[in-house]
């Protein structure tokens, strides 16, 4: 798609807004970790964590690609996004495993539709949507893991 500084401008709006769910994830996942007995499921978060932090540089190779720095952590408004992530902060003090897995489900359902709806608009380039399609596909995976942790 040809871009013009309009659509340009709302690519690298629509980017910014899925590396602010990402650092959000990223941090939830480093504080469940931090708060979870089970070894196995606190190797799992690091990953996940791991795992946003490899996306991010992803998006931000992006958004730098439409001549936008990412140096500053400008952070943009995350609304109800950031809440659904914030909300696991409160479950972490009751140290509860099942509530922390509860607060992740819902960070990572916020994280999947900000992604379709990054996807539904149509100012990305194909690159871009091939890049956002491939991390939502993980994150909609590891919500699967996640869920099955809850029954075990």
């Not at 996940?48 to 992803?58: G, K, Q, S, T």
């Not at 916020?110 to 491939?134: F, G, M, P, R, V």
Request: hydrophobic letters at 40%.
């Amino acid at each position: 798609m040809i871009h013009t500084d309009e659509t340009t401008k709302e690519a690298v709006h629509t980017l910014e807004g899925l590396v602010s769910i990402l650092e959000d994830g990223k941090l939830g996942y480093t504080n469940a970790a931090e708060h979870v007995d089970s070894p196995a499921i606190k190797t799992d978060f690091l990953e996940y964590a791991r795992e946003r932090a490899l996306f991010i540089v992803e998006i931000q190779d992006e958004i730098n690609k439409l001549g936008k720095s990412t140096d500053t952590a400008g952070g943009g408004p995350l609304g109800a996004i950031h809440r659904a992530w914030i909300d696991i902060k409160s479950s972490f003090t009751s140290g509860d495993t099942e509530a922390i897995i509860n607060a992740c489900v819902t960070g990572e359902e916020a994280a999947i539709d900000k992604y379709k709806s990054a996807l539904a608009k149509n100012e990305l380039e194909t690159s871009q949507i091939a890049i956002i399609s491939k991390q939502l596909n993980s994150i909609e995976n590891t919500l699967t893991k996640i869920k099955a942790k809850r029954l075990s």
